[in-house]
């Protein structure tokens, strides 16, 4: 069968430097993205890797290995507006996306 | 970046009414969007998938003839939960995807449906 796994849970520090692993089995594979979902509001898109290796976008980074169907999410000088979940989704051989059931990130002063 | 929009944020409505929420592409055209629902604490489920001028493909355990849904051109589809109940009540939530680029879905920004 299809699955992702994430941590349901995380907690950092403003400031500091965090990595929300995902892990998957899926049928085929087209592609890894992360959202960023705030409470009570619809997921933004952060990145898409398909192939292996790091995606950096200004204070977020997503590595992505095909080999092992583990990506990661690495978010830096967090902020207290990086409080939200974040969500694993694949794309399958059907172009559909198959999500994780996202991490929720608490960002402590 | 894409726009996706839908209408209404939020509804409330009594228990047997009907209830259509639109989702329309602004600066793309769509041939795929999809119909989510979201639950308190709890991750995206995906409903339905719906194409531009065909048949919506719904999930499993999702019932067709209570959420009806119509893609009617390449920047518009809407779904109607007919004969609301309190159960129903969600967050549900839009998404285009754009045909170039990477083939990721946008978001339109979700509509909290309460029924009474």
């Known amino acids: 069968g299809q699955n992702i796994d994430q941590p349901t849970e995380m907690t950092a520090t403003e400031g500091a430097i965090v990595q929300i692993n995902c892990t998957y089995q899926t049928s085929g594979f087209n592609g890894l993205f992360w959202y960023q979902q705030h409470a009570g509001e619809a997921p933004t898109f952060l990145s898409y890797?398909?192939l292996d290796g790091l995606e950096e976008k200004g204070r977020f980074s997503s590595f992505l290995s095909r080999s092992k169907g583990y990506s990661y999410l690495l978010l830096k000088e967090l902020q207290m507006k990086d409080s939200a979940s974040y969500l694993c989704?694949?794309?399958?051989?059907?172009?559909?996306?198959?999500w994780g059931a996202g991490t929720k990130l608490i960002i402590k002063p | 970046g894409a726009v996706v929009s839908q209408h209404p944020s939020w509804v409330i409505c009594k228990s047997g009414t009907s209830v259509k929420i639109e989702c329309r592409s602004l600066?793309?055209?769509?041939?795929?969007m999809f119909w989510y629902r979201q639950f308190p604490k709890q991750s995206l489920m995906l409903m339905a998938t719906?194409?531009?001028?065909?048949?919506?493909?719904?999930e499993q355990g999702v019932e067709k003839d209570k959420f009806l849904i119509n893609h009617a051109s390449l920047t518009l589809s809407t779904l109607t939960v007919t004969s609301a109940h309190p159960e129903d009540s969600s967050f549900y939530i839009c998404?285009?995807?754009?045909?170039?680029?990477?083939?990721?879905?946008?978001f339109g920004p979700g509509t909290r449906l309460t029924v009474l």
């Open positions: 600066d793309f055209q769509a041939t795929t």
């Open positions: 989704a694949c794309m399958d051989s059907n172009y559909q996306l198959i």
């Open positions: 890797n398909v």
């Open positions: 719906s194409n531009e001028g065909s048949k919506a493909t719904y």
């Open positions: 998404s285009a995807r754009d045909g170039g680029g990477y083939n990721e879905q946008f």
